[in-house]
């Protein structure tokens, strides 16, 4: 469940079309996804797999210009893919494989000059190398975690068009006593290619880019740095390792090539996080504002609402 309330300067001339949501109600974001896959080992000491998959993915989600909510998409995909990979330990993972369906997106909601958008074939390359030392899955007090995704588009596999997408994230968790701190670098990278819509990097919301909405920034290339300070204000039971945490998260971004055609300056941010493991699941709040003034308050208890972004959190 997730609970957001944005606040920000509208600065549009009288006689403009409003947005589509007005600033300071709830934002809601809803996804789903269905999928089928095998992960038979290839080898006695079950380094070597290949695992078949078939998928399918629905969300609804807004599209902004320079921070208006102008029109809602329901985005949705299906594709099959078949992976080779490897395993290192129980640490770490390379594979890599191919990708072949189609993506379409209806206009629910917003101006109808926009329309929909077709449906196009989706076909290409994929390959993920993961290594994660982590101790949970949320609230992490030692380990670290790297992502790094790269997919490329092409024809031969069913790909409407040729294209790269090629995206990075690597958190390091600081302990200090019965504290923590955590440095999160992400970036992405369309490598001088048009990124289809469907395929665009995005930023906004309580963990990407805490002040923005969900998604409010949507391009072909970004960076993003974050530093995070919890400290552990109550314990629940120590033997669940469940404990409340307070403190500030800074964040510093950068969209470049959005699809609103904008050049803005980076964004940032600053957050004070109230977050814990409870007997109910992990729970959050989260009052943020950026240097534009603009603001969000953000309750989360359970699995967050996914952004759509390499940093959401992996189950």
């Known amino acids: 469940m997730l609970l957001l309330l944005r606040h920000g300067e509208d600065d549009r001339a009288a006689g403009d079309d409003p947005p589509l ?118 609230l992490w007090e030692r380990g670290s975690f790297t992502r790094i995704t790269y997919f490329h588009s092409d024809k031969a596999l069913g790909g409407e068009s040729p294209y790269d997408r090629l995206e990075g994230v690597t958190t390091f968790v600081l302990p200090f006593r019965r504290n923590v701190g955590y440095l999160r670098l992400s970036g992405g990278s369309s490598l001088d290619s048009d990124l289809p819509l469907y395929d665009t990097f995005t930023l906004g919301g309580p963990v990407s880019l805490p002040g923005l909405s969900i998604g409010e920034l949507r391009g072909n290339s970004y960076w993003s740095a974050q530093a995070s300070y919890l400290q552990r204000i109550a314990d629940i039971s120590y033997i669940f390792g469940q404990s409340i945490y307070a403190g500030l998260r800074l ?65």
């Open 21 to 138: 949501t007005e600033r300071g109600v709830a934002q809601a974001r809803s996804t789903a996804e269905a999928l089928l896959e095998l992960c038979p080992p290839l080898d006695a000491s079950h380094q070597w797999f290949v695992e078949p998959a078939v998928v399918g993915q629905r969300s609804l989600e807004d599209l902004f210009l320079d921070g208006d909510a102008l029109t809602r998409f329901r985005f949705s995909s299906g594709w099959a893919a078949a992976d080779i990979g490897r395993v290192f330990g129980r640490r770490a993972e390379l594979r890599a494989g191919v990708r072949s369906g189609v993506q379409f997106a209806d206009q629910e909601i917003g101006s109808r000059e926009l329309g929909d958008v077709p449906t196009e074939d989706y076909g290409g390359f994929a390959a993920r190398y993961t290594v994660d030392t982590r101790d949970r899955d949320v």
């Open 251 to 315: 964040t510093a971004a950068d969209m470049s090539g959005r699809i609103d055609s904008i050049r803005a300056e980076p964004t940032y941010s600053g957050a004070f996080v109230l977050a814990g493991r409870t007997p109910l699941g992990p729970v959050s709040l989260s009052l943020a504002a950026t240097a534009d003034s603009d603001w969000q308050l953000v309750l989360s208890l359970g699995r967050p609402i996914e952004e759509r972004a390499i940093t959401d959190p992996t189950w």
